[in-house]
């Protein structure tokens, strides 16, 4: 299975980006879509999560700002993100579990995409 991600980009400190993964290839099912982030210098962190049924959840500092999203017929989540401060810069990279016809659970990751946010 592959991911694409788009969206990302520079912006300016209280300004917005969305940003969406699309995946395609031999898919069965698609459970939980996450979009994790690292920033330079940092570990990856996990940004925010949304299972099959919709429940989603967040990292603290981006509660309020950002919002998850999933389109399931189209095999797409979607990261909405406002009021974009300096600290939220970094390289987003989502992350899929699906399962392919006849295999067992597996998980995928996208290539990433560049988030710079300038003060």
């Known amino acids: 299975v592959q991911l694409v991600e788009s969206g990302g980009g520079l912006v300016q400190a209280g300004g917005s980006l969305r940003l969406s993964c699309a995946a395609s290839g031999n898919i069965f099912s698609i459970n939980a879509m996450r979009w994790y982030r690292q920033a330079p210098g940092k570990q990856r962190e996990l940004v925010a999560a949304i299972t099959s049924s919709g429940s989603t959840n967040y990292v603290d500092s981006v509660k309020g700002r950002f919002t998850i999203s999933r389109d399931n017929a189209k095999n797409t989540v979607y990261l909405q993100m406002n009021s974009l401060e300096t600290e939220d810069t970094g390289v987003y990279y989502c992350?899929?579990?699906?399962?392919?016809?006849?295999?067992?659970?597996?998980?995928?990751w996208g290539q990433g995409t560049q988030v710079t946010v300038s003060s």
């Open positions: 992350n899929v579990d699906y399962q392919s016809w006849g295999s067992i659970p597996l998980t995928s």
